[in-house]
């Protein structure tokens, strides 16, 4: 369409802005037009000389910044705080316009009344109790349908595409017992996740090392996988191991789906422990192999080296067998308690992916009862010599006065592992952001602008062209969103714009809720969320529903 004509329809024209357009193509300059939440005219420079330049009811001067598509958080924990939080700055603010939550296996839907419970249970160091939510869904249908309404039917912070969670549908179906499906319960598996992804589910996801998901075997995992790929969904799991059987996990997951002829999507994929330092390479070799054998497959990090959980995801998988209930009688039994910390000290529990826990590396990063306000900011460690206690009477005391709500971060990662995993062509960007908690990890809060500023325009790991292609238009790929992820005529108007000399995560340690700088609009559908570096009242954000095979 002629820019001219656009006059008098176009709601926006950002002028002069630098645009990097999420293929990885270099930048150009150019003004972009949007109308109707849509991109609508992208003049650029050079097309612009001598002819009429887009209008519109609004400009925005963009000079000495650049636009690109909204970033994509390909591995999310805000399946409660958009329905909690109408602000929801820690993602708005980052440039994040759609997070895929309903992570690691464990989420809110689809459940009965006794498997919601259970779950607000297990997951509450993830999301909080869940006292301030109205759970009215039992559905993904009708929790896709709570995040469209939203606060008073305005919608949701930003755009959220959900993964059905394989342990609450083993939960739901099976129990929380350690031991096989039976072929009416897996037939039971097999429904359920196909309804969620008829609802609009993207996918499935697993947490291999949280009850009840971890008791699945491979078998009733690939049976499942056959189903998501029959929907033309694909498989998200945290695998069995980020330890000790780290490759040999990895190896798994990509046997397991193409067998059953399923996408493969390795969330938070690091090489963490003391048996990890510098082995990425060896991953990556993997993974090339089975990209050049036809496998499809990509993965997302985050760019930091600790880790984030909750505590009680260190015990033996034994100890987590029935619930939280039935964890918190075998932590009162000092017999059993006893067996569990020699698992996590001696032994190596596979909560703690094979390797002994070394309790100095193991934060703590927010408790549910303020009580233990005390422990945050200490490492089990630190807090035990406070206290003339071992480390384990410690984190035993901490289990069950907390009711197993206690968030960590393991200081286990290796700097060298982070970096070479982001170069990977199929990685893509992903918070795993914990937002609750006293002192969450930063990443909650700044793991886009920590790529922009830090490894782009600090270590020049990625170049700014290449680093966007991996936040935006590959996840929109493996997303399969056709109008999303890349600056172009007819696509939604998710865009960010950014100032690529002071971009920063402002996010640290010591300071985790901290804001980012350097992002001074955020639109979602043609929309501010974020205008002058400052979060508006609009809710813009909606469930992202598969789209259809």
Known sequence: MDPVELADLTDLVIRDADVVDGTGAP???????????????????????????PRARRELDAEGLVLCPGFIDMHAHSDLALLR??????????????????????????????????????????????????????????????????????????????????????????????????????????????????????GMSSGLTYTPGMYAEDAELTELCRVVARHGGYYCPHHRSYGAGALEAYAEMVALTRAAGCPLHLAHATMN?????????????????????GADISLDTYPYTPGCTTLVALLPSWASEGGPERILGRLADEATAERIRHHLEVTGSDGCHGVPVEWETIEISGVSDPALAGHVGLTVAQS???????????????????????????HVGHEENVRAIMRHRVHTGGSDGILQGTKPHPRAYGTFPQYLGRYVRELGVLSLEECVAHLTSRPAARLRLADRGVVREGHRADLVLFDPATVAAGSTFEEPRALP????????????????????DVLAGRAVRRTQA
């Open 27 to 53: 930048s150009y300059r150019a003004d972009v037009a949007i109308r109707g939440g849509r991109i609508v005219s992208i003049v650029k420079e050079a097309a612009a000389a001598g002819c009429a330049r």
């Open 85 to 202: 939080d109408p602000d929801h700055s820690a993602k708005a603010a980052q440039g994040v316009t759609l997070e895929v939550i309903g992570q690691d296996g464990l989420s809110y839907a689809p459940v009965d009344d006794r498997t919601l419970a259970e779950v607000r249970r297990a997951i509450t160091g993830w999301n909080g109790h869940g006292d301030d939510i109205d759970f009215s869904w039992r559905s993904v249908g009708e929790y896709l349908d709570r995040l469209d309404h939203g606060f008073d039917g305005r919608g949701i912070a930003v755009n959220a595409a959900y993964l059905i969670p394989q342990g609450t549908v083993r939960a739901l179906a099976v129990g929380w017992e350690d031991r096989p499906a039976t072929a009416r319960e897996l037939d039971r598996m097999r429904q359920l996740v196909a309804e969620g992804l008829e609802q609009g589910a993207v």
């Open 273 to 293: 422990f003391g048996p990890n330092k510098g082995r990425a390479p060896e991953l990556l070799a993997l993974l090339d192999d089975a990209l050049a054998a």
């Open 384 to 410: 035990a010599a406070r206290r003339g206690e071992s480390c384990w009477s410690v984190a035993r005391r901490l289990l069950v006065e907390d009711g197993l709500g206690t968030t960590i971060l393991q």
């Open 517 to 536: 700088t350097g992002i001074p609009h955020v639109l979602i559908d043609g929309r501010f969320v974020i205008e002058d570096g400052r979060r508006t």
